[in-house]
């Protein structure tokens, strides 16, 4: 079993940036493909991004592209998502995922992730 933690939401004025984390705890770190989904209410779980094992290939939803960047360190067990220029539809709760498989095909879907953190709240303001 994997256990994830992210952390790191909070209130931030539109044009601003932040940075989210995803501790995990379970082994190998390195063997996991990890993402990043958000949702807010009344709306399906939407994809943000993705990230291979190693770090050597990202992906991202049209949305946030060009502002966020998905990064991981595997010494230090944490992947991270910074947020640049805010945006208030970018006001979600953010959730940490992985699988403990090689990087999926179809990385945007939530279906191809097992384990997940409990939700980080991230709130805009304008």
């Known amino acids: 079993q994997v256990q994830l933690v992210d952390t790191g939401g909070k209130l931030v004025q539109a044009g601003g940036s932040l940075r989210l984390s995803c501790t995990a705890f379970?082994?190998?770190?390195?063997?996991?493909?990890m993402a990043w989904f958000r949702q807010t209410p009344g709306k399906e779980r939407e994809f943000v991004a993705a990230i291979s094992p190693s770090g050597t290939i990202a992906n991202y939803a049209d949305p946030v592209k060009g502002r966020f960047t998905i990064s991981r360190d595997n010494a230090k067990v944490t992947m991270y998502l910074q947020i640049n220029v805010l945006k208030p539809e970018d006001t979600a709760v953010y959730y940490c995922?992985?699988?403990?498989?090689?990087?999926?095909?179809?990385?945007?879907?939530?279906?191809?992730?097992?384990?997940w953190g409990q939700g980080t709240q991230v709130t805009i303001s304008s």
């Open positions: 379970g082994r190998p770190f390195s063997s996991l493909a």
């Open positions: 995922a992985a699988r403990d498989r090689s990087y999926a095909a179809r990385y945007d879907r939530e279906t191809e992730y097992k384990y």
